[in-house]
């Protein structure tokens, strides 16, 4: 089993920034991608940026230019550094990782339990 803790939300004002961590722990072969995910009140939860173990990223048009994902493989971390926050970036942000088992070529999907991004206008 592996388990995903994020760090790192809060309350800030437009034009702030916010850095989140997620750190995995338990049973962890390798990391394929890593990746941070978005639901606003009312809407469909919606991929914000990610990265493979290549170090290859993708990003929703919405943040381009204004957010950076970065990971750290010893430790197991993706990070999303975020800039020039909007008021539309308001949500519960998630991290999400692709983990494949120890000894096997088995992928699993984890999620963390969901951070609050609030931005005030």
């Known amino acids: 089993q592996v388990q995903l803790v994020e760090s790192g939300g809060g309350l800030v004002q437009a034009g702030g920034s916010l850095r989140l961590s997620c750190a995995a722990s338990?049973?962890?072969?390798?990391?394929?991608?890593m990746g941070w995910y978005r639901q606003a009140p009312g809407k469909q939860r919606e991929l914000v940026a990610n990265i493979i173990s290549g170090g290859i990223t993708r990003y929703a048009d919405s943040v381009k230019g204004r957010f950076t994902i970065s990971r750290d493989n010893a430790k197991n971390t993706v990070y999303l550094q975020m800039n020039s926050l909007k008021p539309e970036d308001t949500a519960v942000y998630y991290c999400?990782?692709?983990?494949?088992?120890?000894?096997?070529?088995?992928?699993?999907?984890?999620w963390g339990q969901g951070t609050q991004v609030t931005v005030s206008s």
């Open positions: 999400n990782m692709v983990v494949r088992r120890p000894l096997t070529v088995v992928l699993n999907n984890y």
């Open positions: 338990g049973s962890i072969g390798s990391i394929n991608v």
